[in-house]
């Protein structure tokens, strides 16, 4: 059955550190995979997506994800976190017959 | 570009009664998303419309749960009655095709008491 894994609730980081928020799969057929993040009292935002090609993606604001087929893994990284990350962050997949599935999440807070 | 509106923002009603939300989706947006968000956990797909037909609804409850999507635009999502349990925010999306990232709106907060 599909799902989604995002083992750690909450990460946190000090300013400036680089960050990672993990994220695990298990999805017949090729994923679609993504990341959105949620700030408090707003709608959720999409960051980044990974549909083929190249295994580390860019997105949004500095962050970027990498692919990883054999770990069947997809976390979400920064090279240097800012105060203004601290958010809850939901990956999510979708397999081949376009259903979809979100982790339950994990905070993040940078500490200044 | 407008995002995708929902009405109303918040909701207070006792169990048993009725309840209705409102989706307006970004303009052109073939697929359009409801989700249920309880406090503390991720969003869990209710349905998902593609235009007019229903691509996914297994995880809607059927008994008290019902949602349509009028001329492939606009949609509805109604609860009756409500239950206790039923107190989340209620997340619609909507996206170009159902392979590409989703756009969300505000959200509705239920509370049910």
């Known amino acids: 059955a599909q799902s989604v894994a995002q083992p750690e609730d909450q990460v946190n980081v000090a300013e400036g550190n680089p960050l990672t928020v993990k994220c695990t799969y298990s999805v017949s057929g090729n994923p679609y995979l993504f990341w959105y993040v949620q700030y408090p009292n707003r709608g959720l935002q999409f960051l980044l997506k990974y549909i083929t090609g190249d295994n580390l993606v860019k997105g949004s604001y500095g962050f970027e994800a990498e692919f990883n087929k054999s770990q069947t893994s997809f976390h979400l990284k920064k090279p240097s976190a800012l105060v203004s990350d601290s958010a809850l962050y939901f990956c999510?997949?979708?397999?081949?017959?376009?259903?979809?599935?979100f982790g339950k999440g994990t905070r993040l807070h940078i500490l200044p | 570009e407008a995002g995708v509106a929902q009405s109303p923002r918040y909701k207070i009603i006792e169990k048993r009664q009725s309840v209705a939300f409102w989706c307006n989706p970004i303009?052109?947006?073939?697929?359009l998303y409801w989700y249920q968000q309880i406090l503390g956990q991720g969003p869990k797909l209710l349905i998902q419309f593609q235009n007019n037909g229903v691509v996914d609804d297994s995880q809607l409850p059927k008994d008290r749960f019902s949602a349509e999507r009028l001329k492939g635009v606009d949609s509805t999502l109604k609860i009756q009655p409500a239950k206790l349990e039923d107190s989340a925010v209620y997340l619609c999306?909507?996206?170009?095709?159902?392979?590409?990232?989703?756009?969300f709106g505000p959200g509705t907060r239920l509370t049910v008491l």
């Open positions: 999306a909507s996206s170009p095709l159902a392979r590409n990232e989703q756009f």
């Open positions: 303009s052109g947006h073939a697929t």
């Open positions: 999510a997949v979708r397999d081949r017959d376009d259903k979809i599935i």
